[in-house]
């Protein structure tokens, strides 16, 4: 199965992220509304980097709202679920528990806790350029 460029039309492997043509990404993400698993309806997307994107869902058993990263990067599928087991074992107040792992549709995700606030993007963005001392103070 291939998969066809929108921007171009040029043909790319199904595992391909960007475009072999013309350099646009060909990352699927999920829609508002998809349901994973039979129990998590995505809500929006958070954030997207090169490896990852992060979702807020709600989790329809509990009916919870919850974080769900999905794995962008195919040829990496055991450092994700290392990614996944790692935080899981993990336990405090500035991580997320994360109290799922699965694959669906070919894709790899992980489901945590949400944690409401602000992106350190956004932080800086509204807080201006930091100090020194702010910075490590955050990390």
Known sequence: MQII??????TNATAAAFCRQCG??????LSPGTLLRGRYRIEELLGCGGF??????????????V??????VPSS?????????LLAQLRHPNLPKVTD????GG???FVMEFIEG?????????KGQLSWQETERLL
């Open 5 to 10: 460029c929108p921007t171009c039309g040029a």
């Open 24 to 29: 646009a990404s060909l990352v699927r993400l």
């Open 52 to 65: 990852g994107a992060v979702y807020r869902a709600t989790d329809l058993s509990l009916g919870i709202p």
């Open 67 to 72: 974080a769900i990263k999905e794995n962008l």
């Open 77 to 85: 599928p055991s450092s994700f679920q290392r990614e996944a087991k």
């Open 101 to 104: 792992y699965f694959l669906e």
């Open 107 to 109: 894709r790899q995700y």
């Open 118 to 126: 602000d992106d350190l993007e956004d932080f800086v963005l509204r």
